[in-house]
Every structure is written in C-alpha cells, then in structure tokens.
C-alpha cells in the first residue's frame, strides 16, 4: 500500500489542523490504520490508531482529548482532525499501515505497521 499524506501547516497555539492520509494498492478497509509523530531530535511515536472496521480507536495520553482520529473506507483515507494544539505538538506526522490484516487488537508499536507515508510537518507556535 503506498501512502501520501498532506493537510500539515503552521498554526497558532489552541487552533486546528486536519490530516489526511490517501491509501492505493492492497485492499485498506482490511487494515488497522495508525499516526505517529517525530518532533525534531526525538524517536517517532505513536498517536492513535483506528481498527479496520472503523469502530475502534485507541490514543496516546499525550492526544486523548484533543485529537481524533477517523476513516472513510470508501475513500481510502485516514484522518487525524487535531484541536486545542499545543507547541509540543510540533512534529512530522506520519500515517501508517498495520503488518496484518484483520488483526483484532489495535496496534500502538512501530513494528506493527509496514507502510509509511512520507509525513506531513505540523508547527504549532506559542
């Protein structure tokens, strides 16, 4: 599966951003979906995670509250609609797909997921 994301930008402190992930090749609706982030000399990690179905997610303390993140089957995307950012929330993002197919329990680790987009940056100022 190739993966593009894009819906990045510089925002203020408590804005507003909406990411989106387009997927194409293998079949997506069959796949846990995921975002992580790496900021700027920090190891990438993990965000949130949506289950194939689209009626599970799971979220990084770090997000929960803040962030959602969502999917449209029909559409091959992936969305991460981030509200009340904060500057520590500056990072590339990365949209990511599960190594297994159907898989029930929804993944939060790196090696879990096998295909990577190839990131969108979010700057928050203060």
């Known amino acids: 599966v190739q993966l593009q994301a894009f819906g990045g930008g510089l925002v203020q402190a408590g804005g507003s951003l909406r990411l989106s992930c387009a997927a194409s090749g293998r079949t997506f609706s069959s796949y846990n979906m995921g975002w992580f982030r790496q900021a700027p000399g920090k190891e990438r990690e993990f965000v949130a995670t949506i289950s194939w179905t689209g009626g599970r997610t799971y979220y990084a303390d770090s997000v929960k509250g803040r962030f959602t993140i969502s999917r449209d089957n029909a559409k091959d995307t992936v969305y991460l609609q981030m509200n009340n950012l904060k500057p520590e929330d500056t990072a590339v993002y990365y949209c990511?797909?599960?190594?297994?197919?159907?898989?029930?329990?929804?993944?939060?680790?790196?090696?879990?997921?096998?295909?990577w987009g190839q990131g969108t940056e979010v700057t928050v100022s203060s």
């Open positions: 990511a797909k599960d190594s297994t197919s159907g898989r029930l329990r929804l993944p939060s680790q790196r090696y879990e997921y096998d295909d």
